[in-house]
């Protein structure tokens, strides 16, 4: 059985800011009284916001209201109410932030199940190859790749 949701990506990166509102397919492929197995089967992106320098207070702090002040600006329309799921992604140097907490708060009212993610250099890298495909580029060619996240 396949539903489709309504989905937000937040990503406050190190220079720039950026939301992504998608439509997304999902089908229980599990076979019946089994644990869920939930597969993403489609995914359509139905407003890419423009990008943002991501706001500072200081060297050492991110100004939580101006972040939240360009959520709320670039919702295209949708409500809390409306989105089921999505993901705000702290990246970079601005994880390193001392308020970067403060921002994921202020932003958790903003819609459903949420998924909160703070990633160093490491992890930033990673979720880059994965966003771009890279690995299952590499999956289905069998062949190795190179990723190259040039950030800020």
Do not use: C, W
């Amino acid at each position: 059985m396949h539903e489709v949701i309504l989905s937000v990506g937040i990503d406050i990166g190190t220079s720039t800011t950026q939301l992504i509102f998608s439509r997304l397919t999902i089908e229980n492929r599990a076979s019946s009284y089994t644990v869920p197995r939930i597969d993403i089967v489609d995914k359509e992106v139905i407003y890419r916001s423009k990008i943002y320098f991501t706001p500072l207070r200081s060297a050492t702090e991110i100004d939580a209201e101006a972040v939240k002040r360009i959520v709320r600006e670039e919702a295209a329309g949708m409500t809390p109410e409306m989105l089921r799921t999505g993901a705000v992604i702290i990246t970079g140097e601005t994880a390193r932030k001392e308020n970067a907490n403060e921002v994921l708060e202020a932003l958790s009212d903003l819609a459903g199940d949420f998924v909160v993610a703070t990633a160093g250099p490491d992890l930033e890298s990673i979720l880059a190859a994965r966003g771009a495909g890279a690995d299952e580029y590499s999956r289905e060619h069998h062949t190795d790749v190179l990723h190259f996240d040039i950030g800020g």
